[in-house]
């Protein structure tokens, strides 16, 4: 049984480019949740989606990033025009839904901005 | 005052001790409770789940004070590596979202 899955673990992208993080949640999850970690520091939550929904994105900056979890394929997390101060590691998690969400995390996407 | 509140740390803990963190949340209306570990540049990973007064896994006990609103994680007989950052994360009734404590950084020495 697969569990998260993320890709790519590591991502380069110079300053101005787009990154796309992409997302597999756990069979059986329909739940996927973002969130960043800056070195030295704690998680920080960014989006929460659903099946072609966003249900909560009050973490997301309200510019250059946005999220999706099309009804088929990953969830996808887009990050337009990067600068500097996106270098951080994107953790992705997914749940079920029940059993006070309990979530379970991918091994993360480690984004550096040159 | 924050939603979820740990000690930093580190706790600098010599093997084969016990070793033992609190946590205090604000909300009393939390209904669930987790601890996450994390290692040095790696995902969290869940270690337990608290839903009632506490629970047990090997050498490792969650209690849960709601009157005190904390909840406590026991590590006996600690090994090198239990080495890590433990999270204490916070779920608020049916709402989905967890709240997450900064962390408790242990550092367990020979």
């Known amino acids: 049984n697969a569990g998260v899955m993320q890709n790519p673990r590591h991502l380069v992208r110079r300053r101005g480019q787009e990154a796309r993080l992409r997302c597999s949640p756990m069979k059986g999850h329909s739940h996927v949740y973002w969130y960043r970690q800056l070195p030295e520091e704690g998680l920080k939550f960014m989006v929460y989606l659903q099946k072609e929904n966003i249900i909560d994105e009050s973490g997301m900056p309200k510019e250059r990033f946005s999220a999706e979890f099309p009804k088929e394929g990953p969830s996808i997390l887009r990050i337009q025009q990067v600068v500097r101060g996106d270098s951080a590691a994107y953790f992705c998690?997914?749940?079920?839904?029940?059993?006070?969400?309990?979530?379970?995390f991918g091994p993360g996407t480690r984004l550096t901005v040159t | 005052r924050k939603e979820v509140e740990q000690d930093p740390g580190p706790f600098n803990v010599p093997e084969g001790a016990t070793v033992a963190f609190n946590c205090t949340y604000s909300?009393?209306?939390?209904?669930?409770f987790f601890w996450y570990r994390q290692d040095c540049r790696k995902e969290p990973k869940l270690l337990m789940s608290v839903y009632s007064s506490g629970n047990e896994d090997g050498r490792f006990t969650a209690q849960l004070n709601r009157a005190s609103q904390y909840i406590s994680l026991l590590i006996r007989d600690s090994k090198l590596s239990d080495s890590a950052t433990y999270l204490c994360v916070v779920n608020m009734n049916s709402n989905y979202q967890l709240i997450w404590g900064a962390g408790t950084k242990l550092i367990i020495k020979p």
């Open positions: 998690a997914s749940s079920r839904g029940d059993r006070g969400h309990e979530q379970y």
């Open positions: 909300n009393s209306a939390s209904q669930s």
